[in-house]
Structures are given as structure tokens and as C-alpha cells.
């Protein structure tokens, strides 16, 4: 495989899209929310922002309290995508 940068992956939508089909392709919607599908470049992020917190360890505690923070960090991660893309959508909208 050959290497790409993140953003190139991304820029090229019509690649993503089918990659994307052929994993969900026989995946339920009920599968899909309980499975979600993250990118290389989605755990890239991700990483990036745990490490700009300091959440990362370099060795595994005995307290599950940063596990805890990092699941935090992704909820407040999707909270922020969802209401950035309804506000764009609804502002999209002609009434």
C-alpha cells in the first residue's frame, strides 16, 4: 500500500466512500452505532489531542481515571462535530 498523506485520503471522497461501502456493506444501522468505523486518520487525531491534553501514558496505571477522561475527550469530540454540522445544515436551509 502505497503512503499518503492524511489529507490527501481525505480530499479524495470518491476513494473513502468506497472503502467505506465495502466495509459496511452488510452492516445493520443498529451494528453500525454499536461498531463505529473510525480512519487511520480519525486515530491519528484523536491521538494528537490526548497527547496535547496529556492524557497518554506511557505505561499502564493502575487507575482507569485518564481511560475515563479519553472517553470523555471523544464524546465531547462528536458533540462538537454533530452541532457544527446541524448548524451548518440548518443554515443551509431556505425558509
Same mark, same amino acid.
Given at each position: 500500500?502505497? %503512503? +499518503? ?8 471522497? @470518491? =476513494?473513502?466512500?468506497? +472503502?467505506?461501502?465495502?466495509? !459496511? $456493506?452488510?452492516?445493520?444501522?443498529? /451494528?453500525? *452505532? &454499536? ?8 486515530? #491519528? +487525531?484523536?491521538? $494528537? ?8 501514558? @506511557? /505505561? @499502564? ?5 485518564? *481511560? ?5 475527550? *471523544? &464524546? $465531547?469530540?462528536? =458533540? #462538537?462535530?454533530?452541532?457544527?454540522? *446541524? /448548524?451548518? /445544515? %440548518?443554515? +443551509?436551509?431556505? !425558509?
Amino acid at each position: 500500500m502505497s %503512503k +499518503r498523506a492524511d489529507t490527501d485520503f481525505l480530499n479524495d471522497s @470518491k =476513494e473513502a466512500i468506497l +472503502r467505506i461501502n465495502v466495509y !459496511v $456493506e452488510n452492516l445493520s444501522y443498529e /451494528e453500525f *452505532l &454499536h461498531n463505529p468505523v473510525f480512519l487511520f486518520v480519525d486515530i #491519528r +487525531r484523536l491521538s $494528537e489531542l490526548v497527547k496535547l491534553r496529556n492524557l497518554d501514558e @506511557k /505505561e @499502564k496505571p493502575a487507575s482507569r481515571e485518564r *481511560l475515563a477522561v479519553r472517553i470523555m475527550l *471523544l &464524546h $465531547e469530540i462528536m =458533540e #462538537r462535530g454533530i452541532q457544527e454540522l *446541524l /448548524e451548518a /445544515e %440548518k443554515g +443551509r436551509k431556505v !425558509v
